[in-house]
């Protein structure tokens, strides 16, 4: 099968085609002619860091990317509800000893698969499944229900687009924030309220729209630093989802508000072959929100194939993406 490979780690390192042996479907996996698959931040990450990024990095040569949509070829032993010609899509590879995407064929186990949405193409199921089980997992922990007052913030980032759509498919009131005029009317077409964060100081939206007592959930897809205006922006007793929480930070706040903080890390199940079986459940979930119409990927509008696989990691590192980067292989 043709592949893309790194044979070196760093962030200008190339990509490179590679002739690899088709694998063959061991119990419980199935064999995945692979469609498209999406770029996300984490496959860019490993490319950069390499080793500094253990464990997540694969060995060298390295066959990335995570996501992919495409028809079951092969079905292992003990694999039960998955049948040959079957559409699913997935996060399954891509990072330790787990084989990517970026080839013509995965093998994935089929705990970490779902039949991918009926209602969209294949190019558009590969942008949804590591960013849709983010997005389900924090609001799904946060008890996100009907009437409450949601807030992400990066409204039309990989996670937060999805996240401010699930919200509402929940029953909550949801705002988002974002900057610039495009993302800005991407939000409201969502039907959510935008919130220019470049604007508007997080005092000042807390008390327009929640009259001072902040929002019951607030779900943070930037994380970092913005931690903070996140327990600024949350009601007392409120809910706290986050994605990225790698610093140091005063939980003073917090803990005045009485937070509960959910930090979410998609990749435990796939590192620590820990509850797989959760990630093909919220799959499944995922795509009924979508073929009810309550839920739409977002996908950049620049196009790339197999052989531009570095192309589209530059994409999106280049910040100049406006919504999942894909990679289309057959």
Request: hydrophobic letters at 45%.
């Amino acid at each position: 099968m043709k592949a893309m490979i790194l044979n070196q780690y760093g962030a200008d390192a190339p990509f490179v085609e590679a002739d690899l042996p088709k694998p063959s479907a061991k119990a419980g996996h199935v064999i995945v002619r692979v469609a498209a698959t999406s770029v996300n931040t984490v496959d860019t990450m490993i490319r950069s860091m390499g080793a500094d990024l253990a464990p997540l990095s694969p060995g060298l040569p390295a066959l990335l990317g995570m996501d992919f949509a495409g028809s079951v070829e092969e079905v292992g032993e003990d694999v039960e509800g998955f049948a040959v010609g079957d559409e699913v899509y997935g996060c399954a590879g891509g990072l330790a000893d787990l084989p990517g995407a970026l080839a013509e064929h995965i093998e994935a186990d089929a705990r970490l698969i779902a039949h991918k949405p009926k209602s969209l193409s294949m190019r558009e199921a590969a942008a949804i499944p590591l960013v849709g089980i983010t997005a389900y997992e924090g609001l799904t922990r946060a008890g996100v229900g009907e009437g409450q007052r949601v807030l992400v913030h990066g409204g039309t980032g990989g996670v937060g687009h999805l996240a401010l759509q699930m919200a509402q498919a929940f029953g909550a009131d949801v705002y988002a924030t974002c900057t610039g005029d495009k993302d800005l009317e991407i939000v409201r077409g969502y039907g959510a309220t935008a919130i220019d964060f470049m604007s508007e100081q997080v005092a000042d939206y807390v008390e327009q729209h929640t009259d001072g007592a902040g929002f019951d959930v607030v779900y943070d897809s930037v994380g970092g630093a913005n931690l903070s205006k996140s327990f600024e922006a949350a009601a007392l007793n409120g809910q706290v989802a986050t994605t990225v929480s790698m610093l140091e930070l005063d939980l003073t706040p917090a803990h005045f508000k009485g937070l509960s903080i959910h930090v979410v890390f998609m990749l435990i199940p796939m590192l620590h072959d820990f509850n797989r079986a959760e990630h093909g459940f919220i799959l499944g979930e995922i795509a009924k929100l979508v073929d009810a119409g309550k839920v739409t990927p977002l996908l950049d509008e620049q196009r790339f194939s197999l052989q531009q696989a570095g192309d589209a990691h530059d994409r999106l590192t280049s910040g100049k993406a406006t919504g999942k980067v894909v990679i289309e292989i057959t």
